[in-house]
């Protein structure tokens, strides 16, 4: 996946906003939290991307080669993804739409309505 395709796939979820920090990483939030980025300080640098996961998720991701606890979030149960094609593009997609799930669930009831992610 490519920083533009994770972008445009980003932005298509629920009440998600794009900011650019930390030099040149793409952050992307709900409700204001952080629940995916991706990073790639270098020319030619491969782009690295990183997503919150669940206990059971974080515990068995990063096992996996190419894959890490993401620096300064992984007490946060944070992975990156440290080499290019560590994981389909499908599976990264799946694991963004957990992470957006599970940020946009730790915001408040009333939030998460402001927001239409409650019923």
């Known amino acids: 996946m490519t920083r533009d395709e994770f972008d445009a796939f980003c932005k298509t979820l629920a009440a998600t906003s794009h900011v650019i ?40 991701l990063i096992q996996q080669d190419g ?17 290019e094609g560590a994981m389909s593009d499908e599976d990264l997609k799946a694991y963004i739409v957990a992470a957006h799930k599970i940020i946009a669930g730790k915001l408040t009831k009333k939030q998460q309505k402001e927001l239409g992610l409650a019923g």
């Not at 793409?26 to 270098?42: H, N, P, Q, Y």
């Not at 894959?67 to 080499?83: D, G, N, S």
Request: net charge positive; proline share 5%; charged share 20%.
């Open 67 to 83: 894959l890490i606890p993401a620096p300064y979030l992984a007490r946060a149960k944070w992975v990156q993804l440290e080499k």
């Open 21 to 60: 920090q930390w030099g040149n990483a793409s952050v992307w939030k709900v409700g204001g939290k952080i629940f995916a980025i991706c990073s790639g300080w270098g020319e030619g640098d491969h782009p690295r991307f990183s997503f919150k996961c669940s206990d059971i998720s974080y515990a068995l």
